[in-house]
């Protein structure tokens, strides 16, 4: 392998960064997700209204912060595996063992590849 990094390979690797990036924030967003979820909990088993603790509830609500986390990766997680497939592609791996090795068909790979906004597909 050559020592050279394209901007085929920094893109890749940026990709990466973002993702390790998004799952720190990730964690630390899940872990106050899971603190506020265990005061629900409690503040339930103790007989309070589910209508009172929603309304209580500052804002993301434990629901919000999850889905807002599971939208971030998803993009971040789309965005390194998009740019994994081009690395691959890159270094003549063939679509067909790219899709094995991502345990996807061989359409998913080719429509990923042709992917160029980023986004997950609808």
Partial sequence: MSAHRSSADDAALAALDDLIGCIDESVEELQRARVRAEHLMRERRAGRPWLEMVTAESRPLVV????????????????????????????????????????????RISALLRDQDGEPAA
Avoid at 86 to 104: D, K, P, W, Y
């Fill in 64 to 107: 919000e912060s999850v889905s807002t986390v599971l939208a971030k990766l998803a993009t971040a997680g789309h965005r390194w595996r998009r740019e994994e497939a081009a690395a691959l592609q890159r270094e003549q791996i063939s679509i067909n063992r790219i899709a094995a090795l991502f345990g996807v068909t061989r359409q």
